[in-house]
């Protein structure tokens, strides 16, 4: 069990630049989950797949968000045309199936400058 | 009403004292319930997860839950000082999703 990698673990970027985070859940999960997190709050959901699919977004997901899982395996989550307000944790999480504990990655810090 | 609450704290313990953390949910219908240890600056880790009225034990920590009166908290015994770090509740949403419902954390400081 090598847990739930993330890259990169930070990035710095300027306002309007794309980016795009990594993530690779622990290898026999079938559902895998992205949270945001910023400084003195709880993550909060953004968007979870099983397997391949992806079946539910938040509507914190707005439209400059994209996340995929191609072929069920690792997922990707880009942010377009960043803003200030981008700036936080991006955390991903994998579990074994449904009502089973989540475990994180070491997630990503995106700051907007 | 937010839908997990927990006292942001800090809550200060001495060195070998017992933590009490407790957490409120407002969604009666949530199934599981999960404690998450967050050090400065990490990601959150997992220790302790309970899905049935009553106490479960793990090592230092035990987790109660009474789903009648929707709170569950986290028992820390033999406090140490590596065990200052915010404690995080979080309860499933029960729809297809699973997903967590995250409350603000509390900070626990164990004074050495």
């Known amino acids: 069990d090598t847990g739930v990698s993330q890259d990169p673990r930070h990035k710095i970027t300027k306002r309007g630049q794309n980016v795009t985070f990594r993530c690779d859940p622990i290898s026999e999960h079938n559902r895998l989950y992205w949270y945001r997190q910023t400084l003195g709050q709880g993550p909060e959901f953004l968007t979870y797949?099983?397997?391949?699919?992806?079946?539910?977004k938040s509507r914190l997901l707005s439209d400059r968000f994209s996340a995929e899982r191609p072929k069920g395996s690792f997922s990707t989550l880009e942010i377009q045309r960043t803003e200030q307000g981008d700036s936080a944790m991006y955390l991903c999480?994998?579990?074994?199936?449904?009502?089973?504990?989540?475990?994180f990655g070491d997630g990503t810090r995106l700051s907007i400058l | 009403q937010k839908e997990v609450e927990q006292n942001s704290g800090p809550l200060s313990v001495p060195e070998g004292a017992i933590a009490s953390l407790n957490c409120t949910y407002s969604?009666?219908?949530?199934?599981?319930f999960f404690w998450y240890r967050q050090y400065s600056g990490k990601s959150p880790e997992l220790i302790m997860s309970i899905y049935s009225n009553g106490d479960k034990e793990d090592g230092r920590f035990t987790a109660q839950l009474n789903k009648a009166s929707q709170y569950v908290s986290l028992l820390i015994r033999d406090s140490q000082p590596s065990d200052s770090a915010t404690y995080l509740c979080?309860?499933?949403?029960?729809?297809?999703?699973?997903?967590?419902?995250f409350g603000s954390g509390t900070r626990l400081l164990v004074r050495p």
């Open positions: 979080a309860v499933n949403r029960v729809d297809s999703s699973y997903k967590l419902i």
């Open positions: 999480a994998s579990s074994l199936g449904e009502n089973q504990p989540q475990h």
């Open positions: 969604d009666r219908v949530s199934q599981s």
């Open positions: 797949f099983q397997n391949e699919a992806q079946l539910e």
